[in-house]
């Protein structure tokens, strides 16, 4: 297949971009943005909004619900996403990738960024997915847990693996076989979210903080420690300090690493637990050390050169951020192209150039040192071996597990 070489931005634009979307204390993230309004979408009758919607849930055989394709006739493609979640030119008057996509396959490609919140995004395609109606969406970006269920439903469409060819080839073994879609039969990652552990060094006293038992315990942090308000990576990184798999863990397991949080939230060693606003917290040092996702603290970096990570020794949560096409959708071929485009390196290079989270896409290092050495060096956009082996995922959550779990945790944080 063809390769094509993308407009490629240079160092200084990148540069400039990035300081552009960290201008300011408190700029906030993409990724800080839609978990924050995570643990207030799924509290009690959140969730209940979500699991109890009256709809069996569809016997994912076969490829799921049959769908007219009118992608050779219609040369056209739907594409919703998250905001800052693509690459914009400096005058940020184009998408360079999507652009150099339609000039190659004449596919005219409608990027909508309308999803602001998983569970929100959910409500909006729900009826039209469970009346076996097309939502006008031909491709969507959801994380993990809602692409599990949205592939739980059977709405979504199995992938054809002939439109795939590059998407195969350079998946990363770090993502292949997530517990919710073995093999990646009905989507792809369009990006991979690493929980870490971020600290200002100038607020710890040059004091170096590497684990989650630090952050619990030790005294020179009381009342400065941030956790996070999504459920999934607080609990998973306590369960991983604790000798636990966030992939099998039982209700036990779950209980005691909560039992553990409340002991730290009851001595007041943890400040708060934060959504979108850690980041701001983090840079003035009103947080002495937290939980971070990986794109904030390389964006932090930028300007403030106190905010180090680490990646504990016990492990750390990866979770995924993933293309689906859902049933019914008008141009699924034309989808399929898009999807393997961005697996190409020198475009998933430059996707991974713009918005800094795990890159997905195996081999796109020379491709992206050549738009910027320091970003191909950084292990939180391409974790090298050794921390792709300490990479963890949560696993899947039964609508039963996932009422139970959400409620005790917004009883702990006070949601």
């Known amino acids: 297949m063809e390769q094509y070489e ?9 540069a400039a971009i990035r300081r552009s979307m960290t201008s300011g204390r408190g700029a906030l993230s993409r990724r800080s943005l839609l978990r924050a309004g995570g643990v207030g979408a799924l509290t009690v009758g959140g969730l209940a909004g979500l699991t109890a919607c009256g709809i069996p849930p569809a016997k994912r055989e076969g490829q799921g619900p049959a769908s007219t394709d009118f992608s050779e006739k219609e040369k056209t493609l739907n594409f919703s996403n998250w905001t800052e979640y693509m690459d914009v030119s400096e005058d940020e008057k184009s998408r360079p990738t999507l652009e150099a996509f339609s000039k190659r396959t004449g596919i005219k490609v409608k990027y909508t960024e309308d999803i602001n919140d998983n569970v929100e995004f959910f409500g909006k395609i729900k009826p039209q997915l469970a009346a076996g109606q097309d939502t006008g969406r031909d491709l969507i970006c959801v994380t993990d847990w809602l692409a599990a269920r949205i ?10 693996p002939a439109n795939l060819p590059h998407a195969y080839a350079n998946l990363s073994p770090q993502f292949r076989r997530p517990d919710w879609d073995p093999g990646r039969s009905y989507s792809y990652p369009w ?8 600290y200002n060094k100038k607020a710890t006293g040059g004091k170096k903080v590497d684990s989650v038992s630090q952050l619990l315990d030790d005294p020179a ?55 979108n606003d850690y980041t701001s917290d983090l ?37 995924t951020d993933n293309l689906l096409v859902p049933a019914n959708a008008r141009h699924k071929a034309n989808a399929e192209k898009l999807i393997d485009y961005y ?20 081999g796109v290092k020379d491709e992206l040192a050549e738009i910027d050495p320091e970003l191909a060096d950084n292990t939180l956009i391409l974790p090298d071996k050794a921390m792709a ?12 597990e996932e009422t139970a779990y959400e409620e005790k945790f917004a009883k702990l944080i006070g949601a």
């Open 343 to 362: 697996y190409e390196l020198p475009v998933a290079a430059q996707l991974a150039a713009y918005i800094n989270y795990v890159c997905p896409v195996d």
């Open 6 to 14: 993308p407009d490629r931005l240079s160092a200084a634009q990148l």
């Open 191 to 198: 990006t991979g979210i690493s929980t870490v552990i971020a």
């Open 283 to 319: 840079d003035k040092g009103d947080i002495a050390a937290c939980l971070a996702w990986a794109g904030d603290i390389i964006q932090l970096q930028a300007d403030n050169p106190d905010i180090q990570y680490t990646i504990p020794a016990a492990g750390y949560i990866t979770s």
């Open 151 to 160: 592939i739980r439903l059977g709405w979504a469409q199995k992938l054809d």
């Open 389 to 400: 082996a300490k990479s963890r995922a949560f696993r899947s959550l039964t609508s039963e």
């Open 221 to 275: 942090l009381k009342g400065r420690v941030g956790f996070l308000t999504e459920m999934r990576d607080t609990v998973g990184m306590t369960l991983l300090d604790m000798g636990k798999d966030p992939g099998t863990f039982t209700d036990a397991d779950f209980d005691a690493a909560l039992g553990r949080l409340q002991k730290a939230v009851d001595r007041k060693q943890i400040r708060r637990f934060t959504g």
